[in-house]
C-alpha cells in the first residue's frame, strides 16, 4: 500500500506544456522530494495524482487505481496544496469539525490531529490569529484526518523560519518511519536535503534524473 506511480504523464494548458511524459515511482516508507524551478510543472503533477487537474495523457496512480477510482480516498491519501487555505474566521478545531462531518469522520478526530500536529493548545483560537508555521501545521492536521497511507505537501517549508522546517522534517520523518508514503515538493536543493530521502528532479515538464539525496548530492 502506497504506491505512487506516474506514468507517461503530460498536461497542455492551451499551448502551454505544463507537464512533457513525466514518469517515476514513490512508495512507502520513504520521503520523497520532488524538486524544480518555479513552473516546472510540479503542482500540476501532485493535481493529476490528486484527480484535480485532468491529464492530457498518461497516467498517474495511487496502488494502481486514479484518485478518483480509489475506494475510501481520505483514508489513502491526504494533501496540503495551499495552507493558507483555512477559513479565517473558524477557530482552528471547528475547521477541523468541517472536514470530519464532511468525511464521516468523529469529531473526536480533530482533537486526535491537533495534538498530533502540536496544536491542541491553540484548537480555541481563530486561523487568523495563526502563524504561518501554525497554518502549515493546521494543513498537515487536515490532511491526516482520515489516517491516511499517503501523505502530499506541496511546498511545506515555503516562507517558514528554520524552526517551522525542523518542525516539518521531524513529522514527515516520523510518518515515514511509520511505513507510509510522504511526497514533499520544493524549488530549493537545500529544503530537500532536509527533508527528504529520495529526491526526483525535474524541469520544464520533464524528468531530469531520480536518486537519493546522498546520490543526487554526489554530482552537484
Ligand atoms: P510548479 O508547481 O513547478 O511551480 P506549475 O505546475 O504550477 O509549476 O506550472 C507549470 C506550468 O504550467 C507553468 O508554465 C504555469 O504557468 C502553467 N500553468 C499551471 N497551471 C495552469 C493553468 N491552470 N492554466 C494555464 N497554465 C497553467
Ligand atoms: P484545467 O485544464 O486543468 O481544467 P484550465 O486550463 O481550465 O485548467 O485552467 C484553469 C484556470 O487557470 C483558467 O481560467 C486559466 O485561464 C487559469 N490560468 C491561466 N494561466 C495560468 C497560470 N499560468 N497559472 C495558473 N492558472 C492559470
Redesign the pocket.
Known sequence: EGHIEISGLS?T??G?QAVDRLSFTAGPGRVTGFLGPNGAGKS?TL?MLLG???PTSGTATIDGRRYTDLPNPVRRVGAVLDATAAHQGRTGRNHLRVYCAAAGLPYSRADEVLELVGLSNAGNRKVKGYSLGMRQRLGIATAMLGDPRVLILDEPANGLDPEGIHWIRGFLRSLAAEGRTVMVSSHLLTEMQSLADDVVIIAAGRLVRQGTVAEILATV
Open positions: 498536461k494548458y492551451r502551454v500540476t493535481r484535480l487537474v485532468r
